[in-house]
């Protein structure tokens, strides 16, 4: 006599009509799947409409050392790439699915409801949505922070150096008389008068650094600009 093959899912089925009903299983499943919505709603909710708390009761038995920053830690990186970190009210980006479900697993890990979150990503993604390299932090309390996800592209690799003018006055009035030093050694010599001198160099020297000085001066009343750390928690545009 050859005996049957067993069909697994078979006796998964009798099993389970043993112990519930259809019915109750279906009203279980809506209950969690209710629960589930809910408790998205209520992180969507806080994420585009924090009301800035400072604190989290986090177990701090279980928070990564390595996800831990000090405000003045977040500071300086925020001046030295010129990124805002602000309430994620501001933030006009949508922060993805992955980044949820972070905070549905520490919410559950630490046995509470996170609040106060912030972001650090650059000025622009706090005014229209783009890609690059925004940060979501969590109030710890006493002026720490923790990083509960990270998403998007890096950074441009030159960023640091491409915002380094912008950093304070010295750092631009030197960048504005490099760049007028550079222009005027591509002035071909005689260009002005048959007999290049060295007198002649300092009076197009002046000229360039005059004429470069006055965009960036216009370009940056215009605009509304200002130096990193003026901006890096600023929540106004023309900050």
């Not at 390299?133 to 923790?146: C, E, M, R, V």
């Not at 000229?207 to 960036?216: G, H, P």
């Not at 200002?226 to 929540?235: H, Q, T, V």
Request: glycine share 4%; charged share 25%; net charge positive.
């Amino acid at each position: 006599m050859i005996l049957p093959k067993t069909n697994i899912e078979l006796q998964l089925q009798r099993l389970r009509k043993k112990e519930v009903t259809e019915a109750q299983i279906l009203e279980n499943v809506q209950k969690l799947l209710e629960e589930r919505f809910t408790q998205e709603n209520r992180i969507d909710s806080e994420l585009t409409s924090s009301k800035g708390a400072s604190t989290n009761d986090f177990n701090f038995e279980l928070l990564e050392a390595e996800n831990i920053y000090h405000l003045e830690h977040i500071k300086k990186i925020c001046i030295d790439y010129r990124l805002r970190f602000l309430d994620s009210r501001y933030f006009k980006g949508e922060v993805p699915k992955s980044g949820v479900s972070k905070i549905k697993k520490l919410e559950a890990q630490h046995n509470t409801e996170l609040k106060g979150f912030k972001v650090m990503a650059p000025s622009k993604l706090f005014k229209l949505e783009d890609k690059d390299d925004p940060l979501l932090f969590a109030p710890i309390g006493n002026d720490y922070y923790y990083l509960v996800h990270k998403w998007g592209n890096d950074l441009h690799p030159l960023r640091k150096l491409l915002v380094w003018p912008f950093k304070n006055m010295v750092n631009l009035v030197f960048f504005v008389l490099l760049i007028s030093y550079w222009i005027t050694l591509l002035v071909p010599d005689g260009l002005f008068s048959k007999n290049s001198s060295t007198a002649e160099f300092w009076i197009v020297f002046f000229f360039m650094f005059k004429c470069i000085a006055s965009v960036v001066i216009f370009y940056g009343f215009a605009l509304g600009k200002n130096f990193n750390p003026a901006i890096w928690n600023s929540k106004y545009f023309n900050a």
